[in-house]
């Protein structure tokens, strides 16, 4: 199959420049025929997807952790990614994982725990973020929850992940009840 966008052109510079109409036809054959080619090739395989390293994607820790990622994260096929450190899930990528981001400081947003990693969650309302929490480097993962669900992802990427040492983790704290100060009032 040809693309529409991928056709001869003759310019100015072409016309009247000494080159033979049959040279020209020639050359366009092969122009179309390479450009056919390379269209079939690159067809045949899923797009390669386009992820943004995080910065410390060279620590070799992160390299553990890739080398452990399961094929299926929800449900979904893992693709290709073009950077280092990254994986991601499902065609348009519906999971898509970096290693080596920041590692969360304290915080108060909301911190889960699921089969024995620690998460940092958070819903910006077009994604779902994941950021693996009192791990060093940090693993983050952006999800859409309308193609898989957040403990799905957790749960399938929690073996890999735990091959990074935890350090630390989450902390929770039962509200605190304070007491009411008693007056004292004078019995009816």
């Known amino acids: 199959m040809i693309s529409p966008d991928l056709k ?62 399961p094929d299926v994260v929800a449900g979904l096929e893992r693709r290709e990614t073009d950077s280092q450190a990254t994986a991601a899930w499902g065609e348009p990528s519906a999971v898509i994982l970096r290693c080596g981001v920041p590692v969360p400081g304290p915080t108060t947003e909301h911190c889960v725990t699921a089969n024995g990693v620690d998460w940092v969650t958070r ?33 399938d990427l929690a073996s890999a992940v735990s091959r990074i040492p935890a350090t630390g983790g989450c902390t929770t704290t039962a509200p605190t009840q304070t007491p009411i100060p008693q007056t004292d009032q004078p019995a009816p």
Do not use: I, K, N
Not at 14 to 20: E, N
Not at 124 to 151: C, H, I, K, M, N
């Open 8 to 69: 001869p052109r003759t310019s100015p510079a072409h016309r009247g420049s000494g080159t033979s109409a049959a040279g020209r036809r020639t050359r366009t054959v092969v122009a179309v025929t390479l450009a056919g080619a390379v269209l079939a090739v690159s067809g045949c395989a899923s797009p390669v997807a386009d992820v943004e390293p995080a910065p410390e994607a060279t620590d070799p820790v992160c390299a553990e952790t890739m080398v452990a990622l």
């Open 123 to 155: 819903d910006d309302g077009e994604f779902w973020t994941l950021t693996s929490y009192g791990r060093s480097p940090a693993v983050e993962v952006l999800f859409d929850d309308t193609q898989a669900g957040s403990s799905s992802v957790m749960v």
